[in-house]
């Protein structure tokens, strides 16, 4: 499921409508509206912010298993910050991990043929 898609399903699931969720973010309806449709990049603070109203997490959010790059970025007084909940079902959370480690292996596999084609292209 893309990142779009999970945050209008767990707004949903709140009874959240996209007028109350702009309004708590600080958008207009319209900017709020682009995010769920996909059509707008979102930085990591965004999600995070998102992640927060929806009582998420922003690894939960985040999808892996696409073809996505997660760019986490902070200036020198910018430092992306993560809800660190209690673990409660440790095997499952375990679980999550490995396939997270396995999804973040496809990315650097990913990120590094971007490189060698950027490489290559330069040196054309």
Known sequence: MRMCDKIKFMR???????????????LSLNGYANIERGE?????SRIQQIAEVLDSD???????GERNVVFL???EHEHPTYN????????????????????????I?????????????QAN
């Open 58 to 64: 922003f690894m939960e959010l985040v999808s892996f």
């Open 73 to 75: 970025t902070g200036g």
């Open 84 to 107: 660190v909940g209690v673990i409660q079902n440790s095997k499952a959370e375990l679980e999550k991990s490995h396939l997270i480690i396995e999804a973040q292996k496809t990315e």
């Open 12 to 26: 949903q699931a709140k009874e959240l409508s996209q007028e109350q969720m702009a309004e708590k973010l600080g």
């Open 109 to 121: 596999t990913y990120l590094k043929e971007i490189i060698e084609l950027m490489k290559a292209k």
């Open 40 to 44: 707008t990049d979102v930085a990591s």
